[in-house]
């Protein structure tokens, strides 16, 4: 028995840490592709006033 809640606890213990990694990973990697997105609207956005 004591073998079946040591696996049971490491089983939870990975998917609590997989769940925490997915959540950063999804809201991290989102934020940095909107701010990459910005930037790059951004300068092209400020060559097209210069050229004028």
Known sequence: MKLTWNLYWRVIAALSFATV????????VNL???????LLAWVILEGRNKKC
Do not use: P
Request: glycine residues 14%; hydrophobic residues 55%.
């Open 21 to 28: 990694f997915a959540v950063i990973d999804l809201y991290l």
């Open 32 to 38: 940095s592709s909107y701010v990459a997105g910005g």
